[in-house]
């Protein structure tokens, strides 16, 4: 069953490689068909359509072999978590899609989904076992709203990013250009801490430590990526593997802190390439693939995107998430970092709303709004999961 | 028209002014504590080291010295040679001392009384159902009890030898 | 209330920007060209329209969105600090949070003990920040929800020309049959479920009002919610207490008057079986066995009334229950929760007596920990007496061996011990893994035989009388949201002036979704499609890049 549930998703994450494809045929491939003049400028667009809702059937598939297999439902780690993340944002796109039609917004949205699930495969796949706070079919309830909410919430995203590339001047260096440069950075350094941890797992590197941690007592350490920080008071195990530059102090994690670096530079590295080969910023090379696209359409989505997925964020992450914690905690709420998060991303949203019906920040501020929520969504999830440990850590 | 709308914005804004006065009084100022100076005192009965029953209701006419502790709390074990030198000295004039302790074994309870050469009632709470009806936090806590049943003082922290006579003082009846 | 009457005859009050009734803009906004800004149907917000009193002033601060756009920003900055570090609530509760902040986080985290984040969530000004945001949310809803409820019940059919020409959404076009336009625009209109309002010959198409409450009622459900929040802090509402009990124990349910307590038959803890087949490779990743599941057998006694508390008063089994993580034990309006255990604390050590000399040993003591005996009479002589006893034993800043506490973690005894051989008895000094002979050498020793341990639960004892608020806010609060986010109010004005067919849509989101309506609608009527202004401006930007 486990083999058959991984195998699912591998074909559901190369529909969504299809899906990327088709909707960048459907959206580039536009004047080769006027010149044969037959072929229908929607039908790729269709395919694409297609594509991802046969991608989403399949990741239920995986999501439901895996829940008969492991007999929780599986959003109880970081891989679980993070690959249903992918697979809503791909149910996010279906609706959306089937509302506007919009073939740009597949060709943002399919590689974003790719990504999420690729980032979701770095983590420890194995079926954990759930402590007794985590039984509980809240635990279901709870969480699938909350991915269904976020996944909604980030197709605001990939419509806000499409309004900025479609609308900024890219000939000129100002603070847009460059925040937006930034975002598209960002994404490549997710890129890069995919390529280069999958690189480094498939030769079986490892690198092992001797430290000193935080509680002055000698522990291991073992490290996926050769080593550019060292652990506190390290003594490298390892033999034929480069030695650190420096150690880090005993306080932060240094294997984390190394990957985080290596994530960096090779997404410095992409970005560089990207630069060189293009020849202008990321942003001005993809604006004249976006040339068709309504500003105002775009923008409508995007705040339809997250008037949709507002309301179920609300309800999964606050409301549910209550529920649950008077329930498994004694307490509705306890402003452990998760929950606070959840309420900053709560709070974020509504001030969103608020600007935008009140004070008519649309357009290019509402767009700049959605990308930032989006970093807060993530933020909350990998930041605060990983680093800011709390009730809500999960074991890794 | 205008006089109308003043009144209605007024009134609303004093509700929740006053609202959240309350809700900020309640939660950073007002005493929470269960055993309050002027409430009346909960009735108990507990059994001494001697076997002897002890309710509170029965002393009724005298003053009611409760003073809760531990063997295990320094402060407790400093004031109890005091609370021993002034209770023979008070016992005549209708002030009585019922020191509980908290929850600790007999033989602990005891050997200390012995060694210390107590002879004040005292009492083992077993199960912390007195403790538990006082809300007694921090050890040691005094409870001082006029004749009527009425609590005139909640303290807690150690006392000194000054403070006891004082707090006898404040309990003996006829004053 | 002074009002100024508009050409159509409808009083309006002073400051509206758009007659409530005809739409015509008010002069000064009259001859602009922009599209009119319809938010709140252009009514007069009476709080900026008099602000001459102090009360009216405090009024309009917190009636303003941008203000309360500044509290949530602030809230939320100030929730965002308070996860920098972990709050006093999480840190170790032995450790002293004065030092702990400092050790842990260097002069980054001495600053942030040293400004209070550690308990950023209780602070005053936190909790000021969340009051003000609940009066900005009260204020704001009460200063718009009346004029907009009058505005669009007073709304007439036929609209001001100037008001059509400015909304986003509009259009003229020559048609040969109006009436003949009019009613298959209608009937089509009525299709998609639009109430259709006529008067004069002109139409007004309306759908999704009700959305327009949406904000309204979730802001109504926050605020029973907030309600909710601050009515814990009155007293008797809540209840917040920690029990731990030992197997075979029974304790008074704290909070509860002395009227409850409880017992603990047994404590159980499973484990996950290392050899599982689904979830072996995580628990080896994991590095060590993982807890499946924890239970205390609850037994839940009422004491009888006798007018006292203490040791008088008969216990009553009411109930008894398995409680467990996610599966609390209820009773009158109480919930025991469980939360924490410990295993395997002391409960009884045994020991013998045993001749030094020959390693002959002479009977056996088993001694209780919570209620060890002063004497224990071994026969033929021997006799063992416990002179003192330290539960938690720790030699104190004068040198005196002295108790922690109460509970038996490190217990160290004081014997004397009694024989035919020594009359006068011999001291000794046992603990765990210690025995010492203070005055002398003995020629007798107590020698440990066996130890009995049991489990302690950790209860949480919770009473809640918030939670009917909380759960009627929260439920109110997300049928409003739902409300006012996945409905749209619609309405099309279709309106014949001088001959032409003017048609205009405003809708307070998803224009697309209402030009779809309106092409919908007027398909076959000859009438042609009206432009959207917005995107027609864009498009000649665009051209002119």
Redesign the interface.
Known sequence: MATISGNLLYIAFFLYLGATIAFTVSITGKKWRNKQGEVSGNRWGTFGFLFSILGSLFSIGYFVTRWMHSGHAPVSNMFEYMTFLGIAIGFAFVIIYAIYRLDYLGLFTMPIVMLVIAYASMFPGEVAPLIPALQSHWLTIHVITVALGQGILSIGMAAGLIYLIRTLDFTKANKQTRALEFVMYCLLSLVGFIVIGSAFDAMDYEAKFTFINENGLEAEMNYTLPPLVGPNEGQLLTEGVIAPFFNAPALIVANDLNTVIWSMLTGLALYWVLRLVLRKRIGGAIQPILKGVSPQAVDEVSYRAIAIGFPVFALGGLVFAMIWAQIAWTRFWGWDPKEVWALITFLFYAAYLHLRLSKGWQGEKSAWLCVIGFGIIIFNLVFVNLVIAGLHSYAL | MKQKRLIVRSSILVVIGIALAYTFYANFIADHSVAQAGDYSINFVLNDLEGERIELEGMKGKGVFLNFWGTYCPPCVKEMPIMEELYTEYKDQGVEIVAINANETELQVENFANRLGLTFPIAIDKGRNVIDAYGIKPLPTTILIDEHGVIVRVFSGGMTEQMVRDFMEEIKPGT | ?SKFTCECGHKNPRGTFVCESCGKPVEGNEQKEQLLDM?YEGVAR?SQT?TT?F??K??MFFSS??V??WI??V??VA??I??IY??E??IPPTVNPANHYAD??GLMGQLYYQLGFHNL?SS?WY?LLI?ALG?SI??AS?DRFFPLYRALKTQRVTRHENFLKRQRVYGTSAVDDIDRSFDLAKEKLKEKKYNISEENGNIVAEKGRFARWGPYINHIGLIIFLIGC?LR???GMYV?EHMWIREGE???V??T??KY?VGNEEFLIEL?DED?E??K???Q??GGP?????QTDAVLYERED???????GELIEVDRKKI???D?MKFDSF?L?Q?DYKLHELNTMSFTLENKETSETFGRVDIDL?????VYDLGNGYRIE????F??YFM?SSNIP?????IPDNPVFIFEMYTPETPEGEVSFVGIRTNLEPVGENNYKMTFVDVETKHVTAL?V?KDHT?PF?IIG?II??IG??QG??WAHRRIWLQRIDGKVWVAGHTN????ALRKDIEFAIADTGISTPI?Q??EE?ITKDKNN
């Open positions: 209330m938010k009476r008099y009193t009360i009216d405090i009024w969105v941008k309360g756009i949530i920003v809230t939320l929730s965002a308070g996860t972990p709050q609530m999480y842990e986080y969530y005053w909790m009051a009066v009260f204020i009460v601050m802090y009155f007293p917040d029974t304790t008074v704290p909070s008057g002395g307590h996950y599982d689904v979830f490779e995580a628990m990743r994991a993982v807890v499946k599941t924890y006798t007018g006292a508390v203490g040791s008088e467990r993580v996610n609390p919930a929760y939360v919570f209620n060890p005996r002063s416990i002179r003192e006893y539960p938690d104190n002295t108790t922690r506490s109460q949480i919770r939670l909380l929260g609060f997300m949201l739902v986010s996945y989101k998803n224009y697309l959207d917005v995107e864009e």
